[in-house]
């Protein structure tokens, strides 16, 4: 993949499992395709280094392998080869852990590892992230939990919370897609890490 | 629908046609699921006092209708009222001047009609397009196409014209997905606009 004008490398992942769901319980979510799609679109706009779509999940490997062959090798390509390029850097894991090792791996050092969520408290903004991980010169990798969010397990081990999105309804309405959220998030971001 | 802490009121409308394809002709796209629902939901969260589907095919009127009342009579929406709640301020109209007559009607004024497209080139950002509209106290109807963008015609005859989203990859890769440049841009206006 053509190197990003960032000032230093971010990865983006989404959690499909392990998550909440409604009621609170341990989860695995399906892999959506415009999941896949949209969010590879972002962090390709933006100058990710990586998306990881995270699923234990091994009937989900399957359907998600076919998705990012097919827009690579099929004839569906053709029609539209910037849908293949946006999936170029996007790769499936089993856990947030092979993720975090294989950004390691790439990077000679382990990433900070920042989630977010609707109802977390943060530790800070999206520019005080940028400016911590500038002058440590450490990959992010930024984590987002699809169902209903993140395990707390997950977010207490994290070493940076994003403060979450404000909503500016009236009655607090707060329930953006897991799409529209990522957007939000890398855009922000990419303010304080991308180089003019 | 509650009332928004927005400083003035603004509107997003989903423009399906008419809009450009690949090759510059003069189209109309399919409206998804999946645009319906995120957007009412970024719509939503960030205090949008409406959200329009413009659309001239009758045969997506009807597709539309049904999601549009799926979500908030079927059973479907026992599940998730978040979801049938934020399909709330959502309508279907055939072409953006019925938008446009119809927050005149609501407002009492003709709102400013702002643009948007990766190849656009602007005049000015959100900040400056906000503070022009709290100046004015005129509501903001910001237009989005699908496909390949919206025609010329459209944008010219435009009263603000957003600044695109820059690309912070290498090769300027800048395809997002309608729903996420619709967060995105909705994001940093509301950032303008939100009282806090």
Redesign the interface.
């Known amino acids: 993949m ?5 000032k230093t490398p971010f990865y983006v992942g989404l959690v499909h499992g392990p998550v909440k769901d ?1 009621a609170g319980s341990t989860v695995t979510t399906s892999v959506t395709n ?1 999941d896949i ?2 969010i590879s ?2 962090c ?4 990710a280094s990586g998306y990881f779509l995270i699923t234990p999940l091994k009937i989900q490997h399957e359907l998600v392998n076919r998705i990012l062959g097919h827009w690579e090798t099929d004839k569906g390509s053709l ?2 080869p ?2 293949s ?2 999936l170029a850097a996007t790769e499936l894991v089993d856990t947030i852990d092979d993720a975090t090792s294989k950004i390691q791996q790439k990077e000679g050092k382990r990433p900070l590892v920042v989630v977010t969520g609707a109802k977390l408290v943060g530790d800070g903004d999206e520019k005080q992230l940028a400016q911590r991980a500038i002058l440590d010169q450490v990959p992010i990798f930024l984590l987002f939990g699809t169902g209903w969010g993140l395990l707390a397990s997950t977010t207490d081990q994290a070493d940076f919370r994003l403060g979450p ?7 607090d ?5 897991v ?6 998030y890398v ?2 971001l ?1 303010r304080s ?2 180089s003019p």
């Open positions: 053509a190197e990003a004008k960032v409604k415009l799609h949209d679109r972002t390709r706009t933006f100058g029609y539209n910037d849908r390029d946006a999105i404000t909503s500016c309804a009236a009655d309405y707060n329930h953006l897609s799409r529209s959220a990522v957007a939000i855009d922000r990419a890490l991308c």
